[in-house]
């Protein structure tokens, strides 16, 4: 009981000091503000008074001050964040655009390539849109968007400006099923570009073509170019179909194990380009039968 009467005493002790320094503290002021309204010289009252209050005012002065520049702070980084969101949201739509430009331009490119393939064939060509795959391993096939009523047929040669793709092994009236060289089921007639050195190209899937039938002392080596040998009247003569990439000499056997990349990437076809060459023998055979 006695501590808390001595702390209630004190309380009210330190209450009435601070509210006597309150009270001349605004009585200071008061005193202030009549001496400015009475004009003339200052009074030594005054003057005491104007000593004492002036770090106080130089202090509120500083602490106004400084809050007005934080909150200046404040809202210049409320707008460089609002422009940082408006650059950021121009950023995204200008790589939108950027790549539109560049999908265009790559296009193109593949659009002029084609367009100069067909312009240097000997055969009439059809270009063919891919719009399918086939992901099983052995059936190594595409879907094209060119059928039986744009004249394909089975048997048909499928090309690009890198070389051999394959060949049409189903038609349907609008659409076609393309056979890739490097399915397993696939063969070709080959050279070695530089010695004419004869083989047999066989898929490979995903490994490209594999080699077959060309002896041991062959000269072959990596980097040799591989082309259709024109045999057979599938394919013409000197088409590209691969590089050699790897020649391995076995202690057995009488043949290279020779294995080629393909110069066509099956992975990024989007065009084919027909050879219409079949058809138009089919045609005159045709006609000749008709005229006999």
């Not at 004492?52 to 404040?74: H, I, K, T």
Request: charged share 20%; with cysteine.
């Amino acid at each position: 009981m006695n501590t808390q009467a001595k702390d209630r005493k004190s309380r009210t002790k330190t209450l009435r000091f601070r509210t006597l320094l309150l009270f001349l503290l605004l009585l200071s002021l008061c005193l202030v503000l009549f001496a400015s309204t009475l004009g003339g010289r200052f009074g030594a009252f005054h003057q005491v008074t104007l000593e004492a209050l002036g770090p106080l005012q130089s202090a509120v002065s500083r602490v106004v001050a400084e809050v007005g520049r934080v909150w200046d702070s404040y809202i210049d980084l409320v707008h460089v964040r609002q422009e940082n969101v408006r650059l950021k949201t121009l950023l995204v739509a200008y790589e939108e655009e950027l790549a539109k430009y560049r999908e265009s331009y790559a296009t193109y490119l593949r659009l002029q390539e084609e367009l100069s393939f067909r312009q240097a064939t000997d055969f009439p060509p059809l270009t063919a849109r891919v719009i399918g795959r086939d992901p099983a391993f052995w059936f190594h096939t595409i879907i094209v968007d060119r059928g039986e009523t744009d004249g394909v047929m089975e048997g048909m040669v499928a090309l690009t400006a890198q070389g051999v793709v394959g060949q049409v092994i189903q038609v349907s009236s609008n659409y076609s099923k393309i056979l890739l060289a490097i399915a397993p089921s696939s063969a070709i007639d080959v050279l070695i570009q530089k010695n004419r050195v004869r083989g047999i190209l066989k898929g490979a899937g995903q490994d490209g073509y594999v080699l077959h039938y060309v002896l041991k002392n062959a000269d072959v080596g990596q980097g040799d170019h591989v082309v259709t040998a024109g045999i057979g009247g599938l394919f013409a003569s000197g088409i590209p179909v691969g590089v050699v990439s790897e020649v391995q000499r076995q202690k057995r056997g009488m043949f290279l194990e020779i294995a080629v990349e393909p110069t066509v990437d099956f992975q990024r076809l989007e065009f084919v380009q027909l050879n219409l060459s079949l058809q138009q023998s089919v045609s005159q055979e045709r006609i000749v039968s008709g005229g006999r």
